[in-house]
């Protein structure tokens, strides 16, 4: 079965540069949401997005933006990056009350 | 402030016998609840779920049971095998709000 497809799965940045993730939701679901993780940490939620609309925030910096497209993708940009930022980015999406999240993406800020 | 708690950062299970994991949540407008298996540098990987309308739910080796009275839901993998170990989050939403909150984690080695 088709998963969520995340892009890059790797990506190293230096401070103050600027990053995009990308996440391909699993077909005909209409909700994604991300989600970061650092070191020892649980998942914590950034944004989510319900038919290219933003559904809900939790604790994204203003550094962070991200969108839906109109084919249910969805890019996180994160500017201005601080070595702070270095984590595990998750995409995860749904149809219903299930999430199903991607393999992730590791950023590392040098 | 946590509000979904998984007070045994560890669990370690002979192989055959059965894990419990548990999971406390403090805000009772919480009404669906789901169960991740984690590996290191992978996704979460969805296991299980319950509404609030349940009490338990069950799928092959995995049952999550749910005392809303409590705040507390605990997920028990029956037999243990040594695949599953891993970190185990639990994950609790609310009506209307398009995230979940993810508990810290519980290990869990299963000993051959």
């Known amino acids: 079965a088709a998963g969520v497809i995340q892009s890059p799965r790797h990506l190293i940045k230096e401070k103050r540069e600027t990053a995009t993730l990308k996440c391909y939701p699993i077909p005909r679901h209409d909700t994604v949401y991300w989600y970061q993780q650092g070191p020892g940490q649980d998942p914590q939620f950034l944004i989510s997005?319900?038919?290219?609309?933003?559904?809900d925030k939790g604790s994204i910096p203003d550094r962070f933006s991200a969108q839906q497209f109109s084919d249910y993708h969805s890019e996180l940009n994160m500017s201005s990056l601080e070595l702070g930022d270095s984590a595990l980015y998750f995409c995860?999406?749904?149809?219903?009350?299930?999430?199903?999240f991607g393999p992730g993406t590791r950023l590392t800020v040098t | 402030d946590q509000q979904v708690k998984q007070n045994s950062p560890s669990l370690s299970v002979q192989e055959g016998r059965i894990s419990i994991l548990n999971c406390d949540y403090t805000n009772s407008m919480f009404d669906y609840f789901l169960w991740y298996k984690k590996y290191p540098a992978e996704g979460p990987t969805f296991l299980i779920s319950?509404?609030?309308?349940?009490d338990k739910n069950e799928d092959g080796r995995f049952t999550v049971f749910l005392n809303k009275s409590a705040k507390h839901l605990s997920l028990h993998i029956v037999p243990s095998q040594p695949g599953d170990s891993a970190v185990y989050f639990c994950?609790?939403?609310?009506?209307?709000?398009?995230?979940?909150?993810f508990g810290t984690g519980t290990r869990l080695k299963v000993l051959a």
């Open positions: 995860a999406s749904s149809s219903s009350y299930e999430q199903y």
């Open positions: 994950a609790a939403g609310k009506p209307g709000a398009y995230k979940y909150i």
């Open positions: 319950i509404s609030s309308i349940k």
């Open positions: 997005f319900y038919e290219k609309m933003q559904s």
